[in-house]
């Protein structure tokens, strides 16, 4: 079967292969904060330190080719774009007037608009579907901006949420000036996903805060992580119905929101390697990013071992295993359609700025999906 590069990597039952895998051109020029795809188009956004917002094109053939960039004032953390949402279809009618109910046209939702946020406390917009080379500011923190995302709150108009180490989730109409509601959590906010009307807020000290949509301005829930250590990542599965948590201890944990489920959450042990001649001993890695297929539902782990996993959490099986890829793995993202897996190779930070060196790798890396790598393992034993 063709793939999207050309012939799929071949792989056995367990072991996939990365040497078909091709690299972005002109990738930024320090660390890689984090990768995110427009959920309208083959662009993918690469946030990084060297202070820059950059959209690359991708092509068919998996060549790359870099389409706008916008810049910040200090190191950009994170990136994330704008839903896209059709306008609802007007009512019959003989008058050529506009009907309230569409959109607003001063902010379509057709997956253009991406955005940026970092240490210098601000998130800002650039517009792809503008002639604008030019990011606008739309929100602002106390502190560095850590995490953003777009949730689905019932409004108009697509509202960003922004967490920040001022230990606050605010939420912004991307219209406005002040954000229309603030959360206060416990600690500084490391990590926030949502997906449908579940979001989901990592903080320092291990808190994960859970909020309903339906209902924004306050904790559905709160708990502490299952994992002893700090917590690196949280993603949301494909279905709203829980979240996966990576931390700094090599371990990966299945939450599960509504209490009736609470029998299916569980923890697993990844990104750890054991030293040649030893047998009891485990070099333990940071699993730095968790993303889920946007069909099949199974989701990737990559960590500062320089390695990613494709897993099942239904069959509670690992898929796939892929060999180290030349440094550690700081952020992935499955395209639209799951034929594309993105991941960023460069220094994590885990041994401070003194390790920040010009020997370090730095680049983003594309994986074509073969249609056997993401798909959930059939069940066995089912009646009819």
Not at 108 to 114: E, I, L, N, R, T
Not at 174 to 186: E, G, K, V
Not at 355 to 364: C, F, Y
Not at 381 to 384: D, E, I, S, Y
């Given at each position: 079967?063709?793939g999207?590069?050309?012939n799929?990597?071949?792989?056995?039952?367990?072991q996939?292969e990365?040497?078909?895998d091709?690299?972005?051109?002109?990738?930024?020029?320090?660390?890689?904060?984090?990768?995110?795809?427009?959920?309208?188009?083959?662009h993918?956004?690469?946030?990084?330190?060297?202070?820059k917002v950059?959209?690359y094109?991708?092509?068919?053939?998996?060549?790359s080719e870099g389409?706008?960039?916008?810049e910040?004032e200090?190191?950009?953390?994170?990136?994330?774009?704008?839903p896209?949402?059709?306008?609802p279809?007007a009512?019959?009618?003989?008058?050529?007037?506009?009907?309230?109910?569409q959109a607003?046209?001063l902010f379509?939702?057709?997956?253009?608009?991406?955005i940026?946020?970092g240490?210098?406390?601000a998130?800002?917009m650039?517009?792809?579907?503008?002639?604008?080379?030019?990011?606008?500011?739309v929100?602002?923190h106390?502190?560095?901006?850590?995490?953003?995302?777009?949730?689905?709150?019932?409004?108009?108009?697509?509202?960003?949420?922004?967490?920040?180490?001022?230990?606050k989730?605010k939420?912004?109409d991307?219209?406005?000036?002040?954000?229309?509601?603030?959360?206060?959590?416990?600690e500084?906010?490391?990590?926030l996903?949502?997906k449908?009307?579940?979001?989901?807020?990592?903080?320092?000290?291990?808190?994960?805060?859970?909020?309903?949509?339906?209902?924004?301005?306050?904790?559905f829930?709160?708990?502490q992580?299952p994992?002893?250590?700090q917590?690196?990542c949280?993603?949301?599965?494909?279905?709203?119905?829980?979240?996966a948590?990576?931390?700094i201890?090599?371990?990966?944990?299945?939450q599960?929101?509504?209490?009736?489920?609470a029998?299916?959450?569980?923890?697993?042990k990844?990104?750890?390697?054991?030293p040649a001649?030893?047998?009891?001993t485990?070099n333990?890695y940071s699993?730095?990013?968790?993303?889920f297929?946007?069909e099949?539902?199974t989701?990737?782990?990559a960590?500062a071992d320089?390695?990613?996993?494709f897993?099942?959490k239904?069959?509670?099986?690992?898929?796939?295993?892929?060999p180290?890829?030349?440094?550690?793995?700081?952020s992935?993202?499955?395209?639209?359609?799951?034929?594309?897996?993105?991941?960023?190779?460069s220094?994590?930070?885990?041994q401070?700025?003194s390790?920040?060196?010009?020997?370090?790798?730095?680049?983003?890396m594309?994986?074509s999906v073969?249609?056997?790598?993401?798909k959930p393992?059939?069940?066995t034993?089912?009646?009819?």
């Open positions: 079967m063709s999207l590069f050309g799929a990597a071949g792989a056995n039952n367990t996939g990365i040497k078909n091709i690299p972005l051109n002109q990738p930024p020029e320090d660390s890689i904060s984090q990768i995110a795809f427009s959920p309208q188009s083959e993918l956004a690469v946030a990084s330190w060297d202070k950059r959209v094109e991708i092509a068919s053939n998996g060549q389409k706008a960039l916008f910040h200090a190191p950009v953390l994170a990136c994330c774009w704008a896209v949402r059709l306008p279809p009512p019959p009618s003989s008058h050529s007037a506009q009907n309230p109910t607003n046209p379509p939702q057709d997956g253009k608009k991406v940026g946020a240490a210098d406390k998130a800002r650039l517009d792809l579907g503008s002639n604008s080379t030019t990011a606008t500011q929100a602002a106390d502190a560095p901006i850590r995490c953003a995302t777009f949730v689905d709150a019932g409004a108009g108009s697509p509202i960003l949420a922004t967490g920040s180490w001022d230990k989730v939420y912004w991307l219209r406005a000036s002040n954000p229309i509601a603030t959360l206060d959590c416990q500084r906010v490391y990590a996903d949502a449908s009307k579940l979001m989901v807020i990592g903080t320092a000290d291990r808190y994960i805060n859970i909020v309903d949509l339906n209902a924004p301005q306050k904790f829930k709160t708990i992580s994992l002893k250590w917590t690196r949280v993603t949301s599965f494909t279905d709203a119905s829980g979240f948590i990576g931390s201890e090599g371990r990966c944990a299945i599960y929101v509504d209490e009736k489920d029998a299916s959450n569980f923890s697993f990844c990104h750890r390697q054991s001649n030893t047998s009891n485990s333990v699993v730095n990013a968790i993303s297929h946007p099949h539902g989701f990737s782990t960590g320089g390695t990613f996993h897993w099942d239904d069959a509670k099986h690992r898929l796939k295993g892929y180290e890829v030349g440094g550690p793995i700081v992935t993202a499955f395209n639209r359609n799951g034929n594309i897996f993105a991941y960023a190779i220094y994590d930070w885990s401070g700025y390790h920040n060196t010009q020997q370090k790798v730095t680049k983003v594309l994986h073969a249609l056997d790598e993401c393992r059939p069940k034993g089912a009646k009819r």
